[in-house]
């Protein structure tokens, strides 16, 4: 039986030092993530990435490169995700639109006070999507959003 994986997408956009994070409840917590989801069926990564920054958010997002491609194992589910991380910026902001269902609200937070609240992060994905942006991982965003399945999991087995 081979083991389903989850393609999700997440935005990494920085502003003054701080980075753009939504506080959720996930499995009846309440956590810190980036702008983040699955790409629903027939829709391109990079569509996901500014819906799901759009949902989350209210903010209009840009995608302008990839930071990282990461292959994680929830420990307790076992569930596999295939996280496809963009960096990029937002423009217009929509502050009278409701949020998708289980967003509380979002927040502006640096680095190192995402690290204080390392036990409120959905996944140590968060910090090293960061990581990687400040490390200034970038691969163009048209260099990937047509390869098939298949390809992302030969290049996130090499990330």
Known sequence: MTQRISLTVAAIIERDNRFLVVEEVAGGEHVIN????HVENGENIVAAVIRETQEETAWQFKPEAITGIYLW????????????????????????????????????LTRDELLTRSEQLRSPMVVRCIDDYLAGNRL???????????NLLELAATV
């Open 34 to 37: 980036q702008p983040a989801g």
């Open 140 to 150: 163009p965003c048209d260099n990937i959003q047509q390869l098939p399945l298949e």
């Open 73 to 108: 194992q929830h420990p307790v589910k076992k569930k596999s995700f295939l996280r496809v991380a963009f960096c990029g910026s937002c423009a217009a902001h929509a502050p009278e639109q409701s949020l998708d269902e289980g967003i509380l609200r979002t927040h502006w």
